[in-house]
């Protein structure tokens, strides 16, 4: 968990998924632009950025409340 003063490996973790999950997420928009452009478009394609935007919203809310959390609770 977040120590106070020192930082955590778990936030560490967190920002590199969250980071990695980015770039996923932004292929995945890209070939969702040019799957629904295609004269037959492939709508299921567009949902693949759901995938990635979960791990974002997880590991975005995870650091962004884990300092929060730490100096609460100090
Ligand atoms: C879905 C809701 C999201 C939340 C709640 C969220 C939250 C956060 C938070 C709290 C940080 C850390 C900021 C700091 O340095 O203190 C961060 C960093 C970052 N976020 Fe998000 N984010 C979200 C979505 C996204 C999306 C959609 C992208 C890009 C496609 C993205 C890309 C990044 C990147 C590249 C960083 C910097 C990571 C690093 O320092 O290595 N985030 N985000």
Same mark, same amino acid.
């Given at each position: 968990m977040y120590v106070r003063g020192r930082r955590s490996p778990v936030i560490g973790r967190a920002r590199q998924v969250h980071r990695w999950s980015g770039v996923v997420f932004t292929l995945a928009v890209l070939a969702t632009i040019v799957a629904l452009s %295609? #004269?037959? #478009?492939? *709508?299921? *394609?567009?949902? %693949? #950025?759901l995938i990635p935007l979960a791990a974002l919203l997880f590991t975005g809310l995870f650091m962004l409340v884990s300092p929060i959390r730490a100096r609460r609770t100090a």
């Open positions: %295609l #004269p037959d #478009p492939i *709508v299921w *394609v567009s949902y %693949l #950025p």
